[in-house]
């Protein structure tokens, strides 16, 4: 099946600094997810990008699909970006999503 | 509009027990999908359903486990005979498929069932 890694597997930063957080995959996907869990377990959806550049706030994605690979950025970060970020990837479309291990971020004040 | 929504939130109980965990999508959802998580993993596809079809399980899910959706809406998932190795996060997410590959069918989660088996 697809392989998803992600990296970095944990990040410390300090409140204010920015991040990039990288996802690769082994095939090719009709479609690509990040979220964020927080602390309670709940996923929160970030992005839906299959390709090309999205920004919502301090946050931006891009996905160049060509070369399986998809960065997460985070600018100016803030002790409630602290969580879990996963990155998801689907093959077919509207089938199952594929998750990495995910990233561990801590920010701290 | 209200989000998926699963209920109980944590259950416990003892090994050998049956569970049954309850998932209700986003209204206008027909694709509903479970996914188990357990501590310090990435969330494992368990299976879907498109209205009250099943389209797909993964081999995750062993013969102890069944999901249904009946009526198209709300689905259950049940563990019989539960052993403590299905300790995790039960996820529940729906999207809206349209019937062509176009979308986007972006997959929206609920909060999570967190089971114990003791």
């Known amino acids: 099946g697809i392989q998803v890694e992600q990296s970095p597997p944990d990040l410390i930063l300090q409140e204010g600094a920015n991040s990039t957080l990288r996802c690769n995959f082994s095939?090719?996907?009709?479609?690509l997810q990040w979220f964020h869990q927080n602390p309670w377990g709940q996923l929160i959806n970030l992005f839906y990008?299959?390709?090309g550049t999205k920004q919502n706030g301090r946050l931006s994605a891009t996905t160049v699909a060509t070369e399986r690979y998809s960065l997460l950025y985070i600018s100016s970060s803030q002790t409630t970006d602290s969580g879990v970020y996963f990155c998801?990837?689907?093959?077919?479309?509207?089938?199952?999503?594929?998750f990495g291990e995910g990233t561990q971020l801590t920010v701290n004040p | 509009d209200t989000g998926v929504s699963q209920d109980p939130r944590h259950k416990i109980t003892k090994r050998g027990q049956n569970v049954t965990f309850r998932c209700d999508p986003i209204?206008?959802?027909?694709?509903l999908y479970w996914y188990r998580q357990t501590l310090g993993q990435g969330p494992e596809f368990l299976t879907y359903?498109?209205?009250?079809?099943?389209?797909?399980k993964s081999r995750l899910l062993s013969d102890r486990f069944s999901a249904e959706r009946p009526k198209g809406s709300f689905s259950t998932l049940e563990i019989q005979r539960t052993e403590q190795g299905d300790s995790a996060m039960y996820l529940c997410?729906?999207?809206?498929?349209?019937?062509?590959?176009?979308?986007?069918?972006?997959?929206?989660f609920g909060p999570g069932t967190r089971l114990t088996v003791t």
């Open positions: 209204s206008e959802h027909n694709r």
């Open positions: 990008i299959p390709s």
């Open positions: 997410a729906s999207s809206h498929w349209t019937g062509t590959l176009a979308g986007p069918y972006e997959q929206y």
């Open positions: 359903f498109q209205n009250e079809a099943q389209l797909e």
């Open positions: 998801a990837v689907e093959l077919t479309s509207g089938s199952r999503l594929t």
């Open positions: 095939d090719s996907v009709n479609n």
